[in-house]
């Protein structure tokens, strides 16, 4: 099993500010098959990259994702209010797995 | 354009089973495998298994096996998840999900509680 590991565990900052967000795996995942969401409490997970670095229907240029085999990393421009969410990496092999999760708040 | 409607909130109780569903449209049902995911209050997301819908051939986590059974009904795009002995720490919402050509799209969620 690929096991995904999210660092850090929580960003705190400010709007207007830059997000950078890792996920590492214990083993090469194929880029094609590794995915990004945002969640907000009582919410489904929301698609934002798929495919490592393309960006879901309706994200906005802000959101970005790069990285091969084992580090991928989500960028957040210039972080909006409506950004502030927990985050999740994905991959989507034969079975998926999920990283724990990046919690964005307000500093 | 692709949904995926899954059934409504179940509460059960300790020991009971559990059935959801998950109605596919917009895209061809047999060309996807279809994953179930579930997520307790307050923790991660969580992958389940998997069942291919054109043979119906399943593949289970380990930490389920024994207790789940996906099957599906290719006359309506259904599949069904159905999870038994169920107990409090069962109490999550429950997701059905697939990989498509524009990434992974997602049911909107069945909450099932568990309780006495």
């Known amino acids: 099993e690929i096991v995904l590991t999210q660092s850090p565990g929580t960003l705190s900052l400010s709007p207007g500010e830059r997000a950078t967000l890792s996920c590492r795996a214990s083993q090469s995942v194929s880029s094609s098959q590794l995915a990004w969401y945002q969640q907000k409490p009582g919410q489904a997970p929301r698609l934002l990259i798929y495919a490592a670095f393309t960006r879901a229907t309706g994200i906005p240029d802000r959101f970005s994702g790069s990285g091969s085999g084992t580090d991928f990393t989500l960028t957040i421009s210039r972080l909006e209010p409506e950004d502030f969410a927990v985050y999740y990496c994905q991959q989507y092999g034969s079975s998926w797995t999920f990283g724990q999760g990046t919690k964005v708040e307000i500093k | 354009q692709v949904q995926l409607v899954q059934s409504g909130a179940e509460v059960k109780k300790p020991g009971a089973s559990v059935k959801v569903s998950c109605k596919a449209s917009g895209y061809t049902f047999t060309n996807y495998y279809m994953h179930w995911v579930r997520q307790a209050p307050g923790q991660g997301l969580e992958w389940m298994g998997i069942i291919i819908p054109s043979g119906g051939s399943t593949t289970y986590a380990l930490k389920f096996q024994g207790r789940i059974t996906m099957t599906r009904d290719t006359s309506t795009s259904t599949v069904y998840m159905e999870l038994s002995s169920l107990r409090s720490e069962d109490t999550a919402v429950y997701y059905c999900?697939?990989?498509?050509?524009?990434?992974?799209?997602w049911g909107q969620g069945t909450l099932v509680t568990v309780s006495s």
């Open positions: 999900a697939f990989s498509g050509n524009y990434g992974v799209y």
